[in-house]
């Protein structure tokens, strides 16, 4: 595989491609849509030849996970991939295996959560795990998806962290989604991401070693929680010294945040993953007809790069946070994790707004994002202001949700 | 032949130190140190919750080989991703032999074993994953102040199924894990109590030859939860085979043998009255439909035995 060229690939065929050119040693697999596709490449790989590496299909994502980090914990390199109900179900094993302190990837293909079902996209999946002591990376485009899985690897076998990381991407909207990626070889990977031989792994450690015994008093509890947090803080320090090693081999570079179009905004739409295109594109009509705007993409989630905001954000007069889920009875998630970045600020914007849309993959349109910048504004200008997330939720969107119960043989109430 | 006759034969090494916060007379201790004992220093310890978790409080181990603790329905998928990352590393990497080469246990109770951990344990075996998967089965979650579990006995008085007013106790009957691991056709499946010592020496020794995943479940008295004598730990566990209740066992293959076979059995009130979990079969009235339904089912048990391996 040569990187002069771009290959067409789909959002899932990016992940494989990633896990593969990191030269991971296992694989533990479980099927879920959106996300069968990259253990399924995979597993072709491997059986072929072209992947050395083992590959083993669990029986839920519950063992899938613990799986994946007993062999992390022996010292090989692993990787896994799942999606909402997945993600779910191997929740305590998310903790488990941070607290090992093992180092792995896993992709997360972003998908709501049940009930009622969907396919379709919702981030609450991936944001609902922020506290279980994994790094969290989020991709807007396919190419990001492969990179990151590459810094991801890095990032949490740096010595200084020794942390879990989970890269996402927007079900459908990523995952079948074909954009060009460029693809290194993988003896290019291995300049910047060398083999892994972490100190603690069973097979370069010393015996009589006692992993994660169970901890009776609150002063042991307290060091290794708040030593994990410490770690996790680090590696937005260790982001950066990657970062320009991998600007250097393959010539792509990535913050934890990205600015678009933002440095002479007056305001601000903040996002995350795949619909930052779509905002992206509706930005430069909206600069057309003259709205200041630009956009704060936010690549990394854990650590939340609180600095970083804060730099980006300072002296805009507003902000729209576009969030991608739904915490029920709060709001959307970025939001209280983005004021906390403003509140110390001198110049802080005068306001931000939360705006909840695009939930199981609805569409997101150009009226949907210019209302939310013209809401801003008119905030600023003195109009409603308000804690509470506003839903993006059109006539269209009404019109076809009468039309559905009307179908159902019930009467549409509002909601 | 045997390997194990007498006392005199018991490995010195020992991988389990004295001193450890599980509770005096508990058979989980008895059968670990015993266990490790036969695998050696060469094992991997995978532990989830329950009562030999007590073994390993931090800054403490009483256990001598690499130890590692998973989630309550883990033990089994943990193991699975050591033994498989260890072997690509030999594989692939050309990691050295002796730092790889471990046998790899799964340490848990019945809980983890019947109930919360049966999914993930039973995939293994169907993978084929080799290693030692190994059922200290104090017949309730111990760890937690005594609660039903699959492996709680017909009539046992447990936290959660107290003999009040009409009832017996438990009403439903023990899970057969014997069979149900016989079922998935492992290499060598094994019930051991810590009453016969060169019986379970032997049963871990002949286990080392095969290949694949090898199961055992013991007997393991539990002295606070039963409300016995600690010091009548293997008195009791000896009562438990000699009434025919727990019988030794093995099948190599599915194929069954019985490695003790009672001419006669006790009857099962010797070992019911031994524990206060079956006090109310005896207080303050005598249940004799109770007594003599635990008393039928074990007789038809071993009628099936003697006929079969006897041909009696």
């Known amino acids: 595989m040569s990187s002069n060229g771009g290959m067409m690939l789909t959002g899932n065929a990016a992940a494989a491609w990633g896990a593969r050119v990191s030269d991971v040693d296992y694989i533990a697999a479980y099927p879920i849509t959106p996300q069968t596709e990259i253990v399924e490449l995979l597993s072709k790989w491997v059986s072929s030849g072209e992947l050395k590496a083992r590959f083993v299909e669990y029986e839920s994502e519950h063992s899938m996970l613990a799986g994946a980090g007993g062999a992390a914990l022996a010292g090989a390199r692993a990787f896994t991939a799942t999606s909402s109900q997945g993600l779910a179900f191997a929740f305590e094993n998310l903790y488990a295996v941070s607290g090992w302190r093992a180092p792995m990837v896993m992709v997360n293909v972003s998908r709501g959560l049940g009930m009622p079902m969907t396919l379709q996209v919702d981030n609450t999946d991936v944001l609902s795990v922020k506290d279980t002591g994994w790094l969290q990376l989020h991709a807007e485009t396919c190419q990001e998806i492969l990179d990151f899985i590459i810094l991801a690897y890095r990032l949490g076998e740096d010595r200084r962290v020794l942390l879990p990381v989970i890269v996402n991407m927007d079900g459908f909207f990523l995952s079948f989604t074909r954009e060009p990626v460029y693809v290194p070889s993988v003896e290019e990977v291995r300049e910047f991401l060398p083999p892994y031989e ?38 937005k320090e260790v982001f950066y010294e990657i970062s320009r090693d991998f600007e250097k081999i393959f010539g792509r570079s990535y913050s934890p945040v990205e600015k678009f179009m933002l440095d002479d905004a007056e305001y601000a739409i903040v996002s995350m993953n795949s619909f930052t295109s779509i905002i992206k594109g509706a930005v430069k009509r ?37 969030e991608l889920n739904l915490s029920t009875g709060g709001g959307g998630i970025i939001y209280p994790e983005l004021l906390k970045a403003l509140y110390h600020l001198d110049e802080r914007p005068k306001v931000v707004l939360d705006f909840v849309g695009g939930l199981g993959g609805k569409e997101l349109t150009y009226g949907e994002i210019r209302y939310m910048v013209r809401r801003v504004i008119d905030a600023y200008r003195g109009g409603e202001v308000s804690p509470h997330a506003t839903l993006l939720f059109t006539e269209e969107d009404t019109r076809r949700m009468i039309a559905d119960m009307e179908l159902a043989g019930k009467s549409w109430g509002g909601f | 032949m045997s390997r194990y006759r007498g006392v005199k034969d018991i490995p010195e090494e ?32 995978v532990n989830v919750p329950g009562c030999y978790a007590i073994s390993t409080l931090f800054p403490y181990t009483a256990v001598k080989v690499p130890y590692v603790f998973a989630v309550f329905g ?74 039903l579990s699959g492996a709680t006995p017909y009539a046992s008085m447990t936290s959660t199924s107290p003999p009040l007013g009409d009832s017996v106790g438990n009403e439903y009957g023990k899970k057969d894990i014997f069979e149900i691991w016989r079922a998935h056709r492992a290499p060598y499946v ?21 290949r694949g995943p090898k199961l055992f479940v013991a007997l393991s008295i539990c002295p606070t939860g039963w409300g016995a004598s600690q010091e009548d730990t293997v008195r009791i566990a ?49 249940r004799d439909e109770e007594i003599s339904r635990i008393q039928r089912e074990v007789e038809e048990y071993w009628r099936r035995v003697w006929e079969k391996e006897l041909n009696r």
């Open chain 2, 190 to 210: 094994a019930t051991i109590s810590v009453s016969h010592v060169t019986d379970m020496l032997n049963k871990f020794e002949k286990a080392k030859e095969f």
């Open chain 2, 238 to 286: 000896r009562l438990a085979v000699e009434t025919g209740m727990w019988p030794l066992k093995e099948a190599v293959y599915g194929e069954v043998k019985h490695t003790f076979i009672p001419r006669r059995l006790k009857p099962v009130e010797e070992y019911l009255k031994t524990q206060r979990r079956f006090r109310h079969l005896f207080k303050p009235v005598r």
């Open chain 2, 14 to 45: 020992e991988y389990v130190a004295p001193g450890s916060a599980l509770c005096a007379g508990c058979g989980a201790e008895i059968i670990a140190r015993h266990m490790l004992k036969v695998l050696g220093r060469d094992t991997i310890m």
């Open chain 1, 286 to 322: 909206l600069r057309e007809e003259g709205l200041s705007v630009g956009v704060l993409k936010i690549n990394m989630f854990r650590p939340f790069p609180v600095e970083e905001i804060a730099e980006a954000l300072r002296g805009k007069k507003g902000v729209a946070v576009f």
């Open chain 1, 198 to 235: 972490p100190p603690h792994g069973i097979a370069f450690s010393e015996r009589e070693l006692a992993y994660a015994p169970t901890i009776i008093l609150g002063h042991s509890y307290t060091y290794f929680r708040y030593q994990m947090h410490l770690a996790a803080l680090k590696a």
């Open chain 2, 74 to 147: 883990s033990g089994a998928a943990v193991a699975q991703g050591i033994r498989d990352g260890l072997d690509i590393l030999r594989e692939k990497r050309g990691v050295n032999n002796d730092r790889v080469n471990y046998k790899v246990v799964v340490y848990v109770g019945d809980g983890a074993a019947y109930d919360i951990g049966f999914q993930s344990t039973s995939a293994a075996i169907h993978r084929n994953l080799d290693f030692y998967f190994v059922c200290y089965d104090n017949e309730a979650y111990g760890n937690t102040g005594f609660q």
